[in-house]
């Protein structure tokens, strides 16, 4: 801050001494040192104020430059999707349009009711056709 060398400081302490006094000298000392370490407190919250701004503004230009770079990369993916895609043929032979025929016309197809699934939403062992037989469950005929 300034270049004061030991010898400035023992000119400055002698003729602190001369104009004050030894009554006044320690008092005065004590309001110099408090005032100076204000002032260096005052410095070091205005440079912490500072570096944290200029890291704010570091980490924002971060944030902006990575956005470009993620628009521009979704850019580029949308664009060579658009691209790779291609017009569609619209012809009605494709394997969307044509219907889904079983393979074998004589096979019954099983139809799960919902009283008829088992506790983890599974269908029980027993062929469907004996769970139509019967009314009640076991669990129904006695109670207790």
């Given amino acids: 801050m300034f270049d004061i060398g030991f010898f400035e400081l023992i000119?400055?302490?002698i003729l602190a001494l001369l104009v004050l006094g030894p009554e006044r000298l320690p008092k005065a000392a004590r309001t110099a040192g408090m005032?100076?370490?204000?002032i260096k407190q005052g410095f070091s919250s205005?440079?912490?104020e500072v570096n944290q701004q200029l890291h704010m503004e570091e980490m924002q230009r971060q944030l902006e430059e990575n956005?470009?770079?993620l628009e521009e990369t979704l850019r580029k993916q949308e664009q060579s999707i658009t691209e790779s895609a291609g017009p569609q043929p619209t012809t009605p032979d494709t394997a969307e349009s044509k219907p889904v025929q079983a393979v074998?016309?004589?096979a019954p197809v099983a139809q799960v009711r919902p009283e008829d699934e088992g506790p983890f939403g599974t269908t029980p062992s027993a062929p469907a056709s004996s769970a139509t037989t019967s009314d009640k469950s076991p669990s129904s005929d006695h109670k207790g």
């Fill in 35 to 38: 005032w100076i370490g204000r």
């Fill in 104 to 106: 074998e016309q004589d």
């Fill in 67 to 69: 956005r470009r770079k």
């Fill in 11 to 13: 000119v400055i302490g």
């Fill in 46 to 48: 205005i440079q912490q």
